[in-house]
């Protein structure tokens, strides 16, 4: 039994080489006596590499009719035309990130764009969106924005623990405030 899954697999530029090299064998073509770089290998060659690639163009398009395969452009061409939905871009996660002069080093003045902090394997970075005045011995709430979009920055409450920026004394948090959360947008 054929499925739509096969019927959407495009063939690899080798498999249509042979099925070329083939069918111009059975027309009479001395194939086997075709070497590498000679006229008729090299054009058959750049033959079978467009026609691979206009299998997947018309795979593409075929697959672009139906949810569980198209993707990219596609999917989101059959999104607005069968359902009048849009997707919508990922937006890169902001939140509260508690600074606390641990060490009474302070007081320092942040500015915008001044520090990096991560989670414990430093593997998520967040950027501070705006500056303050971080007391000596007290701490500092400032809204922080992650390096990337996606919802892969939506860390947990308390998973943000490392300053990377060298700020004496200073360690950060990202408490979970009155929402539940430390997230913002």
Do not use: C, H
Request: hydrophobic share 45%; glycine share 10%.
């Amino acid at each position: 039994m054929v499925t739509l899954a096969d019927l959407l697999r495009a063939p690899s530029k080798d498999e249509v080489l042979d099925l070329l090299v083939a069918t111009l064998r059975l027309a009479g073509f001395p194939v086997a006596s075709w070497q590498p770089g000679s006229i008729p290998r090299t054009l058959t060659e750049a033959e079978s590499a467009n026609l691979a690639d206009l299998a997947q163009t018309i795979r593409s398009i075929a697959a672009g009719g139906f949810l569980e395969y198209a993707e990219g452009g596609w999917l989101d061409l059959l999104a607005d035309g069968l359902y009048d939905e849009r997707r919508k871009p990922s937006v890169f996660t902001q939140g509260t990130i508690r600074l606390t002069d641990a060490a009474g080093a302070g007081p320092f003045t942040i500015v915008p764009g001044q520090l990096w902090a991560s989670d414990i394997g430093r593997t998520r970075r967040f950027t501070n969106l705006v500056g303050g005045s971080l007391p000596l011995s007290g701490t500092l709430d400032l809204t922080w924005q992650a390096e990337s979009p996606g919802a892969a920055w939506n860390l947990a409450s308390g998973a943000i623990v490392n300053l990377l920026t060298s700020l004496p004394g200073v360690t950060v948090s990202n408490p979970a405030l009155p929402s539940g959360t430390w997230i913002t947008q």
